[in-house]
């Protein structure tokens, strides 16, 4: 008991002057009090947003799925990296306009479009943030095994540990975007660097990026599902409107950090891809229990193995927050109960997530594949009611007048995320045989 309690005030200790995180006892806006606390504050949420979505996009499924399928599709796989960057800035620009503009929650809107619609998209994205936070969850198993050789299952079960005591902090805001700041440049940086020790054939992965052999439609859906499906599509959005930065006075702050936030999950993407493609082009075959760990060993050596398991963690982690902070956003608005006993929905989903991690038989990296697949699949709903809302109901916007080039846009990526989910579904069913 003594040793919990010192560890749990050692993380809290972690948050000491940052803004909260959670919703307090009375149910408000974790982040409501920031509105009035001046522009640097503003700014500093909106950089919060920003890698609140980078962070969830860049997780172990992330990390994960992007090594899979260039072990699979080799150079090819360029186009698919390409088209899907592509497809992610177009729907982020719609999703975090629209949602910015309206000062509501996508469910919200979804129940003001037609009664009872909201609580359809809440269900799939909560569903859909569970399947991927069971992926999060692999995902730190597998980080701790290329850091300590720890059993995945009990990697999985320590990290969820250090999760809920990160919620059990009344001040994690400010903290934890300070916090995945940091470990974005250190990933891309020691990408970067397996990057150059591994000699990618750049030429060939540029012709590929708009000439492929092959076109996968599994790994561009896998992609789409991974950056901007399911619960990642409102995560940085939703904490805009937690923080009261909307309006339209506030549309051109918005479209920059969606714009950013795709930004930066394109470029470490990008390396990632480059990295292990010089691996994997040298002729290496990668193991299939952790391929991106055997990677980075083989292009760094034991210390590029080590410093991999210490990133892929704290992403994972980072990205455990993200999920069930950005589903339980999807519950709180439909009962005062709920929004006063947010701190427990959110641990409650961290501690559903790891239960069923542990008593899955099924490998942490097929589980994270499949949870960017799943995501995927979720996208085209969530978005289709939104575009209804950008074309039909200005109403909702207060008025606003919303582009008709960027709804032209939106409306090209939501058929094509049809399509693509469309011709996916038989290579997810391969994929959990």
């Known amino acids: 008991m003594i040793v919990a309690t010192r560890f749990h005030k050692g993380i809290a200790g972690l948050f000491n002057n940052s803004v909260p995180f959670l919703a307090n006892g009375r149910g408000e806006s974790p982040m409501a009090d920031q509105t009035t606390t001046g522009t640097a504050l503003r700014r500093g949420t909106l950089l919060g947003a920003v ?24 150079a ?18 719609n999703v975090w306009r629209i949602i ?58 320590l990290s969820a540990l250090v999760a809920v005591a990160i919620f059990l902090s009344r001040r ?35 012709r590929q990026s708009v000439w492929p ?54 470029v470490m993407r990008i390396v990632l891809f480059l990295a292990v493609l010089g691996v994997v082009a040298g002729g290496v075959a990668l193991a299939a229990d952790n391929p991106t760990a055997d990677a980075f060993r083989h292009a760094a050596g034991e210390v590029g193995l080590r410093l991999f398991g210490m990133i892929l963690w704290a992403a994972a982690i980072t990205s455990v927050l993200g999920a069930s902070y950005t589903s339980v956003s999807f519950l709180v608005t439909f009962s005062p109960a709920l929004a006063r006993r947010r701190n427990w929905l959110v641990i409650g989903f961290i501690a559903l997530s790891t239960g069923i991690f542990l008593l899955l038989n099924q490998a942490p990296a097929t589980l994270l594949v499949l949870a960017g697949a799943l995501n995927g699949l979720i996208l085209p709903v ?40 469309w011709n996916s579904l038989s290579g997810i069913a391969a994929l959990w045989r």
């Not at 088209?83 to 992610?88: E, N």
């Open 382 to 421: 969530g978005f289709g009611v939104l575009l209804w809302v950008a074309a039909r109901r200005r109403d909702l916007l207060g008025g606003y007048r919303y582009p008709r080039w960027l709804l032209g846009v939106g409306v090209l990526a939501w058929l094509l995320t049809l399509y693509l989910g």
């Open 172 to 206: 994690a805001g400010v903290a934890m975007d300070r916090l995945v700041v940091v470990l974005g440049v250190l990933m891309i940086g020691m990408t970067l660097y397996v990057a150059a020790t591994s000699a990618p054939p750049l030429g060939t992965a540029l």
């Open 213 to 266: 052999d092959t076109i996968d439609f599994l790994a561009i859906t896998t992609l789409i599902g991974g950056t901007v499906g399911g619960y990642i599509t409102y995560a940085g959005a939703h904490r805009l409107v937690d923080a009261g930065i909307t309006g339209p006075a506030e549309v051109a702050r918005v479209s920059r950090g969606s714009v950013t936030a795709l930004l930066v999950t394109g």
């Open 51 to 74: 890698f609140l979505m980078a962070t969830s996009a860049i997780g172990p499924g992330f990390i994960t799925q992007t090594t899979q399928f260039t072990i699979r599709l080799g």
């Open 100 to 157: 910015g503009v309206s000062g509501l929650r996508a469910q919200d809107l979804g129940n003001r479009v037609l009664p009872g619609l909201g609580y359809v998209m809440a269900a799939l994205v909560v569903f859909g943030g569970l399947v991927f936070n069971i992926g999060n969850v692999a995902g730190t198993s597998l980080g701790l095994d290329a850091l300590l050789g720890l059993d995945v299952k009990v990697g999985g079960a």
């Open 76 to 93: 090819a796989f360029a186009f698919a990296i390409l088209l899907s960057i592509l497809i992610d800035i177009a729907v982020q620009l």
